[in-house]
C-alpha cells in the first residue's frame, strides 16, 4: 500500500507534531513528545529523500521544517523502539543526543487499520 493511497487525515503526524512545537516554544519547561505513526509512514519519510542523520535509533529526514527561535533548522526525526515509530521536529544536534529510554513517546491517537 502507498502513503499516497491511506487516508492522510487518520496517517499523517505533522498537525500534532506543530502544536507540540509550538507549545514547547512558547512554554518554558514543556518537553513536546515524540508521537507515534505507523510503519508506511517510517518508510515513506525515509525513502522519500536520503537521510540527513541515521543511526541505530533512526533517522533525521533532510527536509526543512522550520527554524527554532534561534535560528538553528528543525526537521523530522524518526525513531523506531520495541517495533513502534514515533516522529518529532528536532535539531540536529537534539537527534544525535536523544537517550531514545528517557524519551517522552506519545501513542496514537487514531487507531491504524
Known sequence: MQLAELQTDSLWPYPQIVQNL????????????WIEIGSDEYWW???????????????????LYTHTPEGKPLYL??????????????????????????ASLQPRAIPVA
Open 45 to 63: 519519510f525515509l525513502e522519500c529523500l536520503p537521510p540527513l542523520y541515521q543511526d541505530s535509533k533512526g533517522y533525521v529526514n533532510p527536509e
Open 22 to 33: 509550538t507549545r514547547e516554544q512558547q512554554e518554558s519547561g514543556y518537553c513536546a513528545p
Open 77 to 102: 526525526g524518526v525513531i523506531e523502539t520495541n517495533h513502534q515509530y514515533f516522529a518529532k521536529l528536532v535539531t540536529l544536534a537534539e537527534y544525535i543526543e536523544l537517550d531514545i529510554s528517557k
